[in-house]
């Protein structure tokens, strides 16, 4: 079981025919993304706050709204 694992908070800008703009992610490490206690399924919603009083990022899942199934490429 994996319950900590260090990530990443990446920007990758990304170019449109009027300019620039900024696109965040925030990388979770597969072992603790495949780990069974993981709270989230691919493509389902999150709320993402961020609690003032304990400077900490909070992400949890939606209640109550449907996994968006994600387009395959190709």
């Given amino acids: ?41 691919q493509g389902q919603e999150v709320e993402v706050r961020i609690d003032q009083e304990n400077r900490v990022l909070v992400i949890q899942p939606v209640e109550g709204r449907r996994t968006v199934k994600q387009r395959s490429k190709g």
């Avoid at 260090?6 to 603790?32: C, H, M, Q, S, W």
């Fill in 1 to 41: 079981m994996v319950t900590t694992a260090k990530g990443r908070f990446i920007n990758r800008a990304t170019k449109t025919g009027r300019g620039t703009y900024d696109k965040f992610f925030i990388y979770v490490p597969t072992e603790l993304a495949r780990d069974s206690n993981f709270p989230f399924r």
